[in-house]
């Protein structure tokens, strides 16, 4: 005759083989020879977590509690259960009691810190991975989840050595990869992120999330066909991700090729209706093809999704500004500099239309914030040398223009420029050399 023991060793046996249903009928067989049974009730509530069903787990980890109340395990279990089930703040009381019970619980650390990243409190977050990692120090994963931390706090060099950390418990830890290549993508090192996408690519070929973050690295580099054939990957991987068709739809668009881009804008709208960045692409791209009022109404409807996108009011303020309509090409800087300051493009195209529409003081406010912001953007010590040249301050202008052409040495029309300077001030020999440079660079010259 079999006892619940015997009975139990059953369910084990099936729970092995993940015939859950199976293994529960037999774990309820041995609970109804003794109601009392703990193991049973641990061993059903795990088959029931594997399952979803999350309350009923939760129900036998408390019966586990009622007859084993200092049970840490038990109340281990119970609050991965609670946190799959959503409820945090008890899944989080329950790691409290598991760690009171045995300060040495490695998981319980980590489940509990898990929940304060989710959360927002690092410091908390990252004080349990620690405790973690003391307990369980092969743990990777504890490795990995501190250089989460880092790297949303921006200290890319601790993310770094945290997965540094987890691949020499684990060479082979695929989200230790990913995310030491993200973290080398955000120090803008692409080759050692491109190694890193690599080796994900080469653990799991089927993640398609890596392919699409090479092909951003390489997107980065100026490998634009290489990048194409990885977000192509990535898409036969996952032909949902609206996001992989809009990024590859930018690649094309490097490439000039603007029926394959918007193509890609079209399907990334399908997938996702609200994705302003694609609608923003996708007027961009219409845009190019001489479709200006359809660019319009694509870079609106990105306004209306989220009226405070500054990319599609600068973005509209462009195909203003190319049908003429330099008012509502200003008002759509303003608007994008309002809600991103720091923009020193759009101050650079403002001051473009303020100077079309003869405002010269506005225009030269705007090239001197935007050179400001950074000094080092040719196109704004360029056009504010126009406008000194327009006022009659020629030495100003061939500063500009020499600032212009130390920063980018193939600016024709700088050389161009700078030359009328040289020449209006009397120095011909500098203008002539400005010329001849200008000649040889392409510039539609004359003397």
């Known amino acids: 005759m079999f006892d619940e023991t015997d009975i139990l060793r059953r369910g084990i046996a099936h729970q092995e083989r993940k015939d859950y249903d199976l293994a529960i009928e037999t774990f309820s067989e041995a609970i109804r020879l003794n109601s009392k049974f703990v193991e049973a009730y641990y061993a059903r509530g795990n088959c029931y977590e594997a399952k979803g069903l999350y309350g009923t787990a939760i129900a036998d980890y408390a019966a586990v509690l009622q007859f084993r109340p200092k049970e840490a395990a038990a109340h281990y279990n119970r609050g991965c259960a609670l946190e799959k089930q959503g409820q945090r703040d008890e899944a989080i009381a329950d790691f409290n009691k598991a760690i009171a019970l045995d300060p040495k619980y490695a998981k319980a650390y980590f489940n509990r810190g898990s929940l304060f990243f989710k959360r927002g409190a690092l410091d908390k977050a990252l004080d349990d991975f620690a405790a973690a990692i003391q307990h369980a120090p092969n743990d990777a994963d504890a490795h990995v989840s501190c250089g989460l931390v880092h790297m949303v706090r921006g200290d890319l060099d601790a993310a770094i050595a945290a997965y540094d950390a987890a691949i020499a418990i684990n060479p082979d830890h695929v989200k230790a990869h990913g995310n030491r290549g993200n973290a080398f993508e955000a120090k803008r090192d692409y080759d050692a992120a491109i190694a890193e996408y690599n080796e994900v690519t080469r653990l799991n070929p089927k993640d398609a999330k890596a392919y699409a973050n090479r092909a951003?690295?390489?997107?980065?580099?100026?490998?634009?066909?290489?990048?194409?054939?990885?977000?192509?990957?990535?898409?036969?991987?996952?032909?949902?991700?609206?996001?992989?068709?809009?990024?590859?739809?930018?690649?094309?668009?490097?490439?000039?090729?603007?029926?394959?881009?918007?193509?890609?804008?079209?399907?990334?709208?399908?997938?996702?209706?609200?994705?302003?960045?694609?609608?923003?692409?996708?007027?961009?791209?219409?845009?190019?093809?001489?479709?200006?009022?359809?660019?319009?109404?694509?870079?609106?409807?990105?306004?209306?999704?989220?009226?405070?996108?500054?990319?599609?009011?600068?973005?509209?303020?462009?195909?203003?500004?190319?049908?003429?309509?330099?008012?509502?090409?200003?008002?759509?800087?303003?608007?994008?500099?309002?809600?991103?300051?720091?923009?020193?493009?759009?101050?650079?195209?403002?001051?473009?239309?303020?100077?079309?529409?003869?405002?010269?003081?506005?225009?030269?406010?705007?090239?001197?914030?935007?050179?400001?912001?950074?000094?080092?953007?040719?196109?704004?010590?360029?056009?504010?040398?126009?406008?000194?040249?327009?006022?009659?301050?020629?030495?100003?202008?061939?500063?500009?223009?020499?600032?212009?052409?130390?920063?980018?040495?193939?600016?024709?029309?700088?050389?161009?420029?700078?030359?009328?300077?040289?020449?209006?001030?009397?120095?011909?020999?500098?203008?002539?050399?400005?010329?001849?440079?200008?000649?040889?660079?392409?510039?539609?010259?004359?003397?």
């Open 216 to 447: 951003v690295a390489l997107f980065k580099l100026q490998r634009i066909d290489e990048a194409i054939a990885d977000y192509s990957e990535a898409i036969r991987l996952n032909p949902k991700s609206g996001k992989t068709y809009c990024s590859r739809g930018i690649a094309y668009a490097k490439k000039h090729l603007n029926d394959q881009a918007i193509a890609d804008y079209d399907e990334a709208i399908r997938l996702e209706p609200k994705n302003c960045e694609a609608y923003v692409c996708r007027g961009t791209a219409r845009s190019a093809k001489g479709k200006r009022q359809e660019a319009l109404d694509d870079h609106t409807e990105a306004i209306r999704i989220n009226p405070a996108y500054a990319k599609a009011y600068y973005s509209r303020g462009l195909v203003h500004g190319l049908m003429g309509n330099v008012d509502r090409a200003i008002a759509d800087y303003t608007e994008a500099i309002r809600l991103r300051p720091d923009d020193a493009l759009a101050y650079v195209h403002r001051g473009v239309a303020l100077t079309r529409r003869g405002d010269l003081v506005d225009a030269m406010d705007d090239f001197t914030r935007a050179i400001e912001i950074d000094s080092e953007h040719p196109s704004a010590h360029y056009n504010r040398g126009l406008v000194y040249w327009i006022q009659g301050d020629v030495q100003h202008s061939i500063d500009d223009f020499g600032a212009t052409i130390r920063i980018n040495p193939t600016y024709a029309k700088a050389y161009q420029s700078r030359a009328m300077a040289h020449a209006k001030l009397g120095d011909q020999q500098a203008a002539q050399a400005d010329l001849a440079k200008a000649r040889q660079l392409g510039a539609a010259c004359s003397a």
